[in-house]
């Protein structure tokens, strides 16, 4: 059974930083993982993604100040933010999936397994 547990999130202020762990319990492929977000009133939409190569995506919104990390030894993905804007504002969920994703995947379709989330409150 596969279990995901996210930590590390908080509040801080704009231009601040914070670090998301995610503990993958039961996954052992790493096959492909991703962080999601979602604030109040929008859609959930990926934030970052990694495969088992450690070939990686991002959002757009989110390039250059936003860093993700798979530590295998420790079963462990991480995902680096600085830079953190007040837009950055959401609750976090971290995904695993049973296939490979080449090239990283930012969308929903073809997660399999989610955690509970972290929320990530940043302040102006």
């Known amino acids: 059974q596969v279990q995901l547990v996210e930590s590390g999130g908080g509040s801080v202020q704009a231009g601040g930083s914070l670090r998301l762990s995610c503990v993958a319990s039961?996954?052992?492929?790493?096959?492909?993982m991703g962080w999601f977000r979602q604030a109040p009133g929008k859609e959930r939409e990926g934030v970052a993604s990694i495969n088992r190569l450690g070939d990686t995506s991002y959002a757009d919104s989110v390039k250059g100040r936003f860093t993700i990390s798979n530590d295998n030894s420790n079963n462990e993905l991480s995902l680096r933010m600085n830079s953190l804007k007040p837009e950055d504002t959401a609750m976090y969920y971290c995904?695993?999936?049973?296939?490979?994703?080449?090239?990283?995947?930012?969308?929903?379709?073809?997660?399999?397994?989610w955690g509970q989330g972290t929320q990530v409150t940043v302040s102006s």
């Open positions: 039961g996954y052992t492929s790493r096959n492909c």
């Open positions: 995904a695993a999936a049973r296939d490979y994703c080449p090239f990283g995947r930012l969308g929903e379709v073809g997660y399999n397994y």
